[in-house]
């Protein structure tokens, strides 16, 4: 009976008060449990605040004062673990309560807190009672030294005469929420960067400048926004279902010549991105068998889908020498980035279309193939505006987003309207046999005969032995058998590409010069971006002056030898 008694009661509390009104009471639980005797209600308060007890055994005069104390006990524990930093200061501003939380804040977070409680409240001191509860609670913000961002409330507290007698504070640690606005406020820049073309600084840049242009942005962007240096943008060719690299940054030549593929096996993450339209955080580069090679040190990574029209139309490619250095937050905001990416590659595109189009028929088309993307961006931003409800200077900030995309058509509609007078093109004086041209190897690439024809006589009347070519096929056999100094292909041609012209010159030859001639401009295998960032010499849009073609073939080629 005793051992299943002790096994029962594993401890008792026993004011001694309780012991002189009940001593048997007392002796029966001293021999069947551990017993701790104590002399008054808060000596037994600090006792249960240090240990647990089954039982507490008190005369009927002290259980309510005991119970209060218990209660208060169970209140402060409870505040302890509180995640966020409790304090109660007086109306000096002193602190003279904080729980753990508050107390691991540097002293000069704390000082902060009570100089700010001895300014905001010293007017509670005199009139209380007829202070407001806005004036009773006031908010602020507060950076701490170790850059955390403090949310910080504070309200009075009333004693029974209804006079201020203390103050309050809740500290609560927004430093995720605030870096997620500053990263909103980020994006915004960047995507109004992207896009944003003042048609009189656009109009003035040829398509190299333009490229030029746009990557500086992409680079400068990407790092802002992503805080990393190692990326790589990939786009998709239809035709091929090749994800070809347009632009990168930090990424090794190894990485950058991979074959990649839009399918979802045996084609890395880019490839599994592109096929499956969905974005994809790799948070150990080591563990999952889907990742290619990219940076030396990778540890992990992002990869998103670039979409237009709700196509993907490639993919962007964020690493990181970090483990698990993406997060969901990373994924929602590459993704509208990506967006901006898609948009302002295709206004690139869209800006070099053939020279003939009317002013009108260019900017229709611009239009139309511009409202798409913008809409995806403004339903994307919505989406995370439902996302936040709650949050509403986030909200806010991506409001703006969406008024900055609508406002993206009318910059662009501007863009594309061009000064009249720009579209007639004549023929310069042709003088024979240039010193510069005369003996040069040139190598004519195009499926359209009457530029091959026309140009073939160009350059032979300034003494240059020019070959012709149909195709890209025919093009790369003949760089295969002899070599040229000079390359002068179409981009967009049929069994061969502009840009797989360029890279057999190249590969036969570094030293070969190479000039792409378009009337579509940004090509939709991207040849441009890709060749100038492999030393494309230049770009020529059709129709084009002869003079504009003899100047264009000087500056590429070097200097004769004396």
């Keep these: 009976m005793a051992e299943s008694s002790k096994a029962r009661l594993l ?4 004011l001694r008060d309780a012991c002189g009104e009940g001593a048997d009471l007392a002796r029966w639980f001293t021999s069947h449990a551990r017993v701790q005797v104590v002399d008054s209600v808060e000596d037994a308060r600090r006792a249960l605040e240090q240990d647990h007890f089954d039982i507490v055994v008190t005369s009927a005069t002290d259980f309510l004062p005991l119970r209060s104390a218990q209660l208060s006990a169970q209140a402060t524990a409870i505040l302890e673990t509180i995640a966020q930093g409790i304090c109660v200061a007086d109306l000096s501003g002193r602190v003279i309560w904080a729980n753990a939380r508050m107390n691991e804040y540097p002293n000069e977070t704390l000082e902060a807190i009570g100089q700010w409680v001895r300014g905001a409240f010293s007017g509670l001191r005199d009139d209380a009672k007829h202070a407001s509860a806005a004036q009773r609670e006031r908010r602020w913000w507060l950076t701490t030294p170790n850059n955390h961002y403090l949310e910080i409330t504070a309200t009075a507290v009333m004693d029974p005469n209804n006079h201020a007698s203390h103050v309050a504070v809740v500290a609560w640690d927004a430093t995720q929420a605030r870096r997620l606005q500053e990263k909103i406020d980020t994006i915004d820049r960047a995507g ?13 840049l040829n398509t190299m400048e333009r490229l030029s242009l746009l990557e500086q942005k992409i680079i400068r962007s990407t790092r802002e926004l992503m805080h990393f240096d190692n990326f790589a943008i990939r786009v998709l060719d ?3 279902n090749r994800l070809e690299l347009v632009l990168s940054a930090g990424m090794p030549v190894e990485a950058q010549n991979i074959d990649v593929y839009a399918e979802p096996e045996a084609n890395g993450i880019s490839g599994y991105v592109a096929s499956r339209g969905r974005s994809y955080i790799c948070p150990d580069v080591q563990k999952d068998p889907r990742y290619l090679a990219g ?13 237009l029209h709700d196509q993907v139309v490639g993919v962007f490619n964020v690493e990181s020498d970090k483990p698990a250095a993406f997060g969901e937050d990373d994924r929602q905001f590459a993704e509208i980035f990506a967006r901006h990416v898609a948009v302002a590659l295709h206004i690139l595109k869209l800006l070099d279309t053939e020279r003939h189009h009317t002013t009108g028929k260019l900017a229709g088309d611009v239009m139309g193939e511009i409202t798409g993307p913008v809409n995806d961006i403004l339903t994307e931003a919505a989406n995370l505006i439902e996302d936040y409800i709650g949050h509403d200077e986030l909200r806010e900030r991506l409001g703006r987003i969406s008024d900055n995309a609508v406002r993206i058509r009318e910059s662009i509609k501007q863009v594309v309207t061009p000064p009249r007078g720009i579209v007639g093109m004549g023929a310069g004086p042709i003088r024979p046999s240039d010193p510069i041209l005369s003996g040069r190897t040139i190598l004519v690439v195009d499926d359209e005969e009457i530029i091959r024809d026309t140009v073939r006589d160009v350059l032979a009347s300034q003494g240059c032995r020019v070959s012709v070519a149909e195709d890209g096929a025919a093009a790369i056999a003949m760089l295969q058998e002899r070599r040229f100094d000079l390359v002068l292909s179409d981009i967009k041609m049929p069994n061969a590409s502009g840009y797989e012209v360029f890279a057999a010159a190249k590969d036969a030859d570094p030293q070969c010069r190479v000039i792409l001639m378009t009337g579509f401009g940004y090509d939709p295998n991207h040849s441009i971006v890709r060749a100038r960032q492999e030393g494309l010499s230049a770009v020529l849009f059709k129709p084009f002056k002869v003079d504009q073609l003899l ?3 000087r500056n590429a080629l070097p200097a004769p030898k004396a």
């Design 11 to 14: 401890s008792a509390l026993i």
């Design 192 to 204: 109004r960067e992207l896009v944003r073309l003042d048609a009189e600084q656009i109009s003035r």
């Design 238 to 240: 239809r035709k091929t």
């Design 295 to 307: 940076i030396s040190n990778a540890r992990s990574s992002l990869t998103v889908p670039l979409r």
């Design 551 to 553: 100047a264009e073939l």
